[in-house]
């Protein structure tokens, strides 16, 4: 197995002690050796993800047992490994690091960003890489039914002392959706029975109501509904509130009232000429009055 280190005349570094947060913005010294990075302490940089495999074939596996173990099952980890050993083995197609010629994340490690090319460094890269991946996976793990740790079976009977097993009922009594949709159902339904009882009471008593109260049904604005029954504004008016007088009696039961016959517009000569009359009525009535 190849050595992850090269000879150097320098003491080794206990990366577990050393935190490259505390020293971000200082820049480690590193050397370029035959296509690789070597840091200061030795560390010979993988040049790509079959090398970094090759010399840490646990690295991914311990780093998900020791960040989800604690509320993940056995099964979930190994699935969280392989995906992750995936993640790092191979770029998205849209990457832009694929431009240059890489393929996988181990090959984008660049020392100058990350200012030096050491363990602790280079660790600190694949672990910021991982944590960002697990993090999305676990995300969409929450956001999923079937994946959620406390989900409930389906099962059609509840038998047993099984808590997580539940049917159907159960699932209608106690969510909050599924009571608005009965609730929204049954009022609809109670709606659709009130508005034939109404319309079967208007072919008895007034059929030709029926139609203003269809044409408000299919209609957004009595506007639309008047030039749909082909009325004017004022006919309209009139036919809406004999739907209204229809109304009234069918909720309290009383007796309905007969229908006028619509008013007669006067034209202004009419107007006038009877204005006139009536000066000339009142004139003789005064002088009758003065003899």
Not at 70 to 98: A, N, V
Not at 172 to 193: F, M, P, Q
Not at 216 to 225: G, I, K, N, W
Request: with cysteine; net charge positive; aromatic share 10%.
């Amino acid at each position: 197995m190849q050595s992850n280190t090269v000879a150097v005349h320098k003491s080794q570094i206990n990366v577990a002690d050393f935190s490259v947060e505390n020293q971000r913005g200082k820049f480690d010294p590193f050397t370029v050796r035959d296509g690789r990075y070597v840091g200061n302490d030795g560390f010979v940089v993988p040049r790509d993800f079959e090398e970094f495999y090759e010399r840490f074939p646990d690295y991914v596996r311990k780093w998900v047992g020791k960040r989800a173990d604690w509320f993940g099952s056995k099964e979930d980890l190994e699935d969280w490994t392989q995906d992750l050993i995936i993640h790092l083995y191979r770029l998205p197609q849209t990457s832009k690091y694929r431009e240059a010629g890489k393929k996988d994340i181990v090959e984008t490690f660049d020392p100058m960003k990350h200012y030096g090319a050491n363990e602790a460094r280079f660790r600190n890269y694949i672990n910021l890489c991982l944590a960002n991946k697990f993090r999305a996976m676990h995300s969409k793990r929450v956001r999923d039914a079937l994946g959620c740790p406390r989900k409930l079976s389906l099962d059609g009977e509840t038998e047993g002392e099984n808590l997580q097993s539940v049917n159907g009922g159960y699932c209608h009594a106690n969510s909050a959706h599924l009571k608005g949709i009965v609730y929204v159902a049954e009022t609809r339904a109670c709606d659709e029975a009130f508005l034939r009882e109404f319309a079967s009471f208007l072919r008895r008593k007034d059929p030709g109501a029926l139609s203003t109260m269809e044409a408000l049904l299919v209609t957004r604005t009595q506007a639309e509904a008047a030039v749909l029954l082909g009325a004017t504004e004022y006919e309209f008016v009139r036919m809406r509130i004999r739907l209204g007088e229809l109304g009234k009696c069918f909720l309290t039961g009383q007796s309905v009232p007969r229908h006028r016959r619509p008013y007669k517009r006067r034209s202004v000569i009419e107007c006038r000429t009877t204005r006139v009359r009536l000066k000339r009525m009142a004139t003789k009535a005064k002088s009758v009055v003065g003899k």
